[in-house]
Structure formats: structure tokens, C-alpha cells
């Protein structure tokens, strides 16, 4: 019995540290928003389209990150709430999960109408 236990400890072990990644979520946030803050800030002083374009890419990407967060915090503070319960019937998991995704779309429809 022991070694099933163990068994099933050393497979689930990898699966966790995974889907934590060891970060601090709120930590995460605050370095996601001060890098953003920061490349936001310097958006002006860029001097080629190619810079902007780049800076543009990197604060969606840092926005991106954060909802992401914020979704995986959602999702594991309050995985008993569902749609039946909102006040809103809403499924607010799945309306950021198609959130993200239609970001990522809008993301490489931009990069394909901007000039390289």
C-alpha cells in the first residue's frame, strides 16, 4: 500500500510544481504592472515605428500575463462558483478564458496589418 502511495505522490508532484511555477502570483502582478508602467512611460521616446510596434507587443503581452493571473487566482480561490450562482449568470472563468484567446487573435491581426 505504502508504494502506491508513493507512487502516486512522485506522479502528482511534478503536475503541482508545474502548474504553480514556484511564483508568487501577487508578486507576479506587481512586476508584471511596473514593467508595463515602465515601457508605457517610454513609448514616447521611442524613435522608429519598429521600436513602437516591439513596446506595443510588450505591454499587450504584459496585460495578457496579468489577466492570465488573475484567471488562475479566480479559478483556485473560488472553483465552486459557477454560472448558477453569479448574480450575473455569468461563468467568469470562461468569459476570461475567451477574453484571452480573442486577445491573442486581435495581438496577430495588428502584427499583420502594421508596416515591418
Given at each position: 500500500m505504502r508504494v502506491i502511495y508513493a507512487t502516486l505522490i512522485l506522479m502528482l508532484l511534478p503536475a503541482l510544481s508545474m502548474a504553480h511555477g514556484g511564483k508568487d502570483p501577487v508578486k507576479e502582478l506587481e512586476k508584471n504592472h511596473d514593467r508595463f508602467t515602465s515601457t508605457q512611460h517610454a513609448?514616447?521616446?521611442?524613435?522608429s515605428d519598429e521600436?513602437?510596434?516591439e513596446s506595443l507587443e510588450l505591454q499587450a503581452d504584459y496585460l495578457q500575463r496579468n489577466v492570465l493571473i488573475v484567471r488562475n487566482l479566480l479559478a483556485a480561490d473560488y472553483p465552486h462558483v459557477k454560472a448558477g450562482m453569479s448574480k450575473y449568470k455569468l461563468d467568469y472563468i470562461d468569459i476570461l478564458d475567451d477574453s484571452?484567446?480573442?486577445?491573442?487573435?486581435?495581438?496577430?491581426?495588428?502584427?499583420?496589418?502594421?508596416?515591418?
Open positions: 513609448f514616447d521616446q521611442l524613435a521600436e513602437r510596434i484571452l484567446k480573442e486577445f491573442g487573435v486581435t495581438l496577430k491581426q495588428m502584427k499583420t496589418t502594421l508596416p515591418e
